[in-house]
Nanobody
Framework: QVQFVESGGGLVQPGGSLRLSCAAS????????MGWYRQAPGEQREFVAS???????NYADSVKDRFTISRDNAKNTMYLQMNTLEPEDSAVYYC?????????WGKGTLVTVSS
C-alpha cells in the first residue's frame, strides 16, 4: 500500500538548519507529484513547497529563499532543506504524495525552533 514516512524533525535554535526526509513505499515514486505542508498548533495546515514528477518546484512566499525541496527517485525519497529557521517555522511537517487526483499523507514530523 501507499506509505509516506517523514523523518528529520527536532529542536533547533533560530537561524539553524534541518533537513527533513519523506520516504515513500508502495508506489512508483518518480511518477508522483510530492509536497511538504505544515501545521502549527491552533492553525490550519498550510502549503510549504512542492515538486512535480518532472522536478518543477514551487514554494510558499514565507519560505522562499530559505527552504529547498528536492527528490531522489532512486531512493524513493523527497527532502526539505530548511535554513535560517525562525520560531514561526515551528510546526508538524507533513509529506503529501498525489497521483490520479488522490492525495496521500504521511503522519508528520515535529519541528521546533526555539532558543
Amino acid at each position: 500500500q501507499v506509505q509516506f514516512v517523514e523523518s528529520g524533525g527536532g529542536l533547533v535554535q533560530p537561524g539553524g538548519s534541518l533537513r527533513l526526509s519523506c520516504a515513500a513505499s508502495g508506489i512508483i515514486f518518480r511518477l508522483w507529484n510530492m509536497g511538504w505542508y505544515r501545521q502549527a498548533p491552533g492553525e490550519q495546515r498550510e502549503f510549504v513547497a512542492s515538486i512535480s514528477s518532472g522536478s518543477s518546484t514551487n514554494y510558499a512566499d514565507s519560505v522562499k529563499d530559505r527552504f529547498t525541496i528536492s527528490r531522489d527517485n532512486a531512493k524513493n525519497t523527497m527532502y526539505l532543506q530548511m535554513n535560517t529557521l525562525e520560531p514561526e517555522d515551528s510546526a508538524v511537517y507533513y509529506c503529501k504524495g498525489s497521483r490520479y487526483g488522490i492525495d496521500y499523507w504521511g503522519k508528520g514530523t515535529l519541528v521546533t525552533v526555539s532558543s
